[in-house]
C-alpha cells in the first residue's frame, strides 16, 4: 500500500487529466467543430417553410364568386393536455360533427388527429381549448357545386388545378408564395417568428369571367329539362354577346348527368345551320339576285352521284326561301354558281376548321377539309352543312359574325383580371378576328334568318309573340366511329335574340333527342331560355334595346326590310370591300406563341422543318 | 459614467417597450385573422345557402307547387324609365 502523499497525487494527476481532457474536448467541439454544431443546432432549431398564396377569385361578369379560397384546418387533439375531458370532449364532437363514441374513441388514443378540412366556422368554439392542436390550410371553395363545373375546372388530388379555367388561368390566379423562418422547440413544434419573415405571400389576381350566373343558372337548367323530356343523349347550349364576341353562358350535359365541356372540344356535322354559310358566300360574291330561283324538283332529285330530298317539297324557291324552308335541293343548286374555293374560303372566314383561341385547354378546331382533299359530292354536302365538323362554340362564333355586321369576333371566357388590391390589370376589348362579309350582306342574312322563324318557317316553334328572333334550325345525321348511325340525329338550332340589333347569338344543340327535328326540339329550348332571361334579373340583355313589337303571324316576303319598328342604332353603311389578311409577324416568337398568333387570325400553321 | 448608464438604460427601454408593442400588435393581428377567417366562412356558408335557394333547380319546383308557372315573353312587361331613351 503506497503512502498516503503518493495516493494524493496520484489523484491530483488523474483529476488534472480529466479536467485536461474535458478542456481539450470542449476546445475541439467549440473551436475546430463549433461551426459544424452551430449549423446543426440551427437546423434543428429553425425550419425554412414556404408561405402559401391566397389564390384568386373567380367570379362571374356581375361579380358572384364562383370559385374562391377560404381557411380550412386540421384538427389534432393530445388527450394528456385537455383540462376537463368530458366537457372538452362534448365541444369538440359538436364542433366536428362526431358522435360521443368516436370522440371517446379518438380520445383513448395518444393523439388523435381529425383530417376534416374543417371551416373556420366550425373550429370556431374549440380554437382556445387547451389540447386542440390546429394546422392551417387554404382550400378551394365553389359556393355552388355543380355550377359550370365543367368551364370552371376542379383541382386534382395533389391539390394542382387540373382542368377548366382554374388550370388556363392558373398563373394569373395562383399568387406569388412567401417564405419565413419559423422556430422549434425541443419536442420539434414551430412557433411563428414573425421577425424572421422573408417574403410575404401575395394572393393571386381576381378574375371576372364574361359568364353571367343568372343566365347560366337558366340554360343549365332548360338544357337539363330539355335531356330528360327529349330522351337526349346529350347537348350543348352556348350564349356569346355577338359585339364583343364574350361567352355569356355555355353549358354542357350528358343524359347521365356528367357534364363535359363538348361545347369546346366536342364537334358535329352542323347540317342545315350551316346553309346560311352558302348564302353569305353567293351574296358576298354577288351571284345571287333578289328575283333569282332555282328550280326545287318537288323534293326529290336524282342525280347521277346522290339523291337529294327536301322534307317541304316546292318548285321554284328564291334563295330567302329556300333558307326559310331549309331547302336541301334549292342550297345545293344554288351553291353550285360557287366555285370550291369560293365556297372553303367563306367557310374558313366564319372561322369553321380553325380553333376560335378561347382560354379553354383542349379546345377542338373542327374539321374543314380544303378543296383539293374533295370529292365529287363534298361541294353539295357543304352547302348542306355535311363533311365539316364544329363545335357548339364554333357555330356562335360564325352566327355572331352575322349579327355582329360580318365581322368575326374572337370568343373569350375572360371580362376583367383585377390584382389583389382592386387594380385592374386586363379589361377585356373585342378582338376583331377578320371581315367576314359586307354589313348589307349580314344584314341580308339577318332578314333571311328572321324569315325562319316566321309561320312556314323551319324554326316558327321559337317564335316569342312580342320579340322577334332570327335563326336556323338543322337536323344531322349523327355520325358515329362507323358512318351514320340509322335513326339518329342531331338537332341544332342557331339563333339571334332580339333580330333587330341582336344581343344575344345562341346556340342550342340536343344529341339524337326523341322527336328528332330541331324545330320541335331545339328551337322550343331556345324560346324557353329567352323568356326565363327576359323575366329573370339578368343584365345579358339590356331591356331598353329590346324592340316589343310582334312578329308577323304569316310570313311577308323576307329580305325586304319590312321591319314593324324603328330601332335608334341604324347599321352605318359601310361598303368597305372585304380587307385583305394580314398574317401576323410571328418572327422571333417560339413555336407555341407563334401558332397561337395564326390560330386567332384564323390561319392554319403547319410545322415544317426543325431548328432552334 | 453615470450619463452612460442613464442613456445605456433608456435604449433598453425603449427596445422593451418596442418589442412589447410588436408582440401585442401581433398577438391582435392573429385575433383579426382568426376573425377574418371564421367571418369568410359564415360568409361563404351563407352564400352557398343563397345560392343553392334562389337556383332555378330548387325555386321552379316550389314556385309550380304554388300554381305559379314562368311567363311566356307576351306577359312580360319590361317599363322603360321615363326620360331614358335607347341607346
Not at chain 1, 167 to 187: E, I, N
Not at chain 1, 340 to 366: H, K, N, V
Not at chain 1, 548 to 568: H, K, L, Q, W
Amino acid at each position: 500500500m503506497a503512502k498516503p502523499s503518493v495516493r494524493l497525487r496520484v489523484v491530483e494527476i488523474a483529476f488534472a487529466l480529466g479536467v485536461a481532457a474535458v478542456v481539450a474536448r470542449a476546445g475541439q467541439v467549440q473551436l475546430l467543430q463549433g461551426a459544424t454544431y452551430r449549423a446543426r443546432a440551427e437546423a434543428q432549431r429553425t425550419e425554412h417553410v414556404v408561405l402559401p398564396a391566397r389564390r384568386g377569385t373567380i367570379y362571374d361578369r356581375n361579380g358572384v364568386p364562383l370559385a374562391l379560397t377560404r381557411e380550412a384546418y386540421h384538427v389534432g387533439i393530445a388527450p394528456r393536455e385537455l383540462g376537463s375531458r368530458a366537457r372538452a370532449a362534448r365541444a369538440i364532437g359538436a364542433a366536428l360533427g362526431l358522435s360521443a363514441r368516436a370522440v371517446g374513441r379518438a380520445l383513448a388514443k395518444t393523439y388523435a388527429f381529425f383530417q376534416g378540412p374543417f371551416t373556420a366556422t366550425q373550429i370556431a368554439p374549440i380554437r382556445d381549448v387547451r389540447g386542440v392542436h390546429l394546422t392551417h390550410e387554404l382550400t378551394r371553395f365553389y359556393p355552388s357545386a355543380d355550377f359550370a363545373r365543367s368551364l370552371i375546372g376542379r383541382p386534382a388530388a395533389d391539390g394542382r388545378p387540373a382542368s377548366g379555367l382554374e388550370r388556363v388561368l392558373d398563373t394569373l390566379l395562383q399568387g406569388r408564395p412567401g417564405s419565413a423562418v419559423v422556430l422549434r422547440d425541443g419536442h420539434g413544434r414551430m412557433y411563428e417568428s414573425p421577425g424572421r419573415l422573408n417574403a410575404f405571400p401575395v394572393a393571386g389576381d381576381a378574375v371576372y369571367l364574361t359568364i353571367d350566373a343568372e343566365l347560366q343558372d337558366i340554360v343549365e337548367r332548360a338544357l337539363a329539362d330539355a335531356i330528360e323530356r327529349y330522351d337526349a343523349a346529350g347537348g350543348d347550349v352556348v350564349v356569346l354577346h355577338p359585339h364583343t364576341g364574350e361567352v355569356l353562358a355555355v353549358a354542357s350535359r350528358r343524359a347521365d348527368g356528367s357534364t363535359p365541356p363538348t361545347a369546346f372540344t366536342s364537334v358535329f356535322e352542323p347540317g342545315s345551320t350551316a346553309k346560311i354559310f352558302a348564302a353569305a358566300a353567293l351574296l358576298e360574291a354577288g351571284l345571287v339576285g333578289d328575283a333569282d330561283s332555282v328550280y326545287a324538283e318537288r323534293g326529290v332529285w336524282v342525280t347521277p352521284y346522290r339523291t337529294f330530298h327536301d322534307d317541304d317539297p316546292r318548285e321554284w324557291l328564291h334563295l330567302r326561301d329556300v333558307i326559310q324552308i331549309s331547302s336541301n335541293i334549292g342550297i345545293v343548286k344554288f351553291a353550285q354558281r360557287l366555285s370550291p374555293g369560293q365556297q372553303y374560303d367563306m367557310l374558313r372566314a366564319f372561322g369553321l376548321g380553325a380553333p376560335t383561341g378561347i382560354e379553354f385547354p383542349a379546345e377542338s378546331r373542327g374539321t374543314l377539309e380544303p378543296p383539293d382533299h374533295w370529292s365529287a359530292v363534298s361541294a353539295a354536302s357543304l352547302a348542306m352543312g355535311y363533311e365539316v365538323a364544329v363545335t357548339p362554340l364554333q357555330l356562335a362564333a360564325a352566327y355572331a359574325a352575322i349579327a355582329n355586321d360580318g365581322v368575326l369576333l374572337q370568343p373569350t371566357l375572360v371580362h376583367e383580371v383585377r390584382s389583389a388590391d382592386g387594380k385592374v390589370l386586363y379589361r377585356q376589348q373585342p378582338v376583331p378576328v377578320r371581315r367576314v362579309v359586307r354589313p348589307e350582306v349580314a344584314e341580308r342574312l339577318r332578314a333571311m334568318l328572321r324569315g325562319v322563324v316566321y309561320e312556314g318557317g323551319t324554326g316558327s316553334t321559337a317564335a316569342l309573340s312580342s320579340y322577334e328572333l332570327a335563326g336556323k334550325t338543322g337536323t344531322a345525321r349523327r355520325a358515329t366511329g362507323h358512318g351514320y348511325a340509322p335513326g339518329e340525329y342531331t338537332a341544332t338550332f342557331a339563333s339571334l335574340f332580339p333580330a333587330e340589333d341582336p344581343q344575344m347569338v345562341m346556340v342550342v344543340k340536343l344529341d339524337d333527342p326523341r322527336g328528332a327535328y330541331a324545330r320541335i326540339t331545339a328551337a322550343p329550348v331556345t324560346r324557353s331560355v329567352i323568356e326565363q332571361t327576359l323575366a329573370a334579373r339578368t343584365t345579358a340583355l339590356d331591356p331598353r334595346r329590346l324592340g316589343t313589337e310582334s312578329a308577323p303571324a304569316a310570313g311577308p316576303a323576307v329580305g325586304t326590310g319590312s321591319v314593324p319598328y324603328v330601332m335608334a342604332w341604324p347599321p352605318a353603311p359601310d361598303a368597305t370591300p372585304p380587307a385583305a389578311r394580314t398574317v401576323p409577324d410571328v418572327r422571333g416568337l417560339d413555336l407555341r406563341a407563334a401558332a397561337h398568333a395564326l390560330h386567332e387570325r384564323g390561319f392554319e400553321a403547319r410545322i415544317k422543318g426543325w431548328g432552334p | 459614467m453615470a450619463l452612460w448608464l442613464v442613456f445605456f438604460l433608456a435604449i433598453l427601454a425603449w427596445v422593451v417597450a418596442r418589442q412589447t408593442s410588436a408582440v401585442v400588435a401581433a398577438s391582435t393581428l392573429g385575433d383579426l385573422e382568426e376573425q377574418r377567417g371564421t367571418l369568410e366562412a359564415r360568409q361563404a356558408e351563407l352564400m352557398t345557402r343563397i345560392r343553392q335557394a334562389r337556383s332555378r333547380k330548387v325555386l321552379i319546383p316550389r314556385a309550380a307547387a304554388l300554381g305559379l308557372r314562368l311567363p311566356v315573353d307576351s306577359e312580360i312587361i319590361i317599363l322603360q324609365v321615363p326620360g331614358q331613351e335607347k341607346r
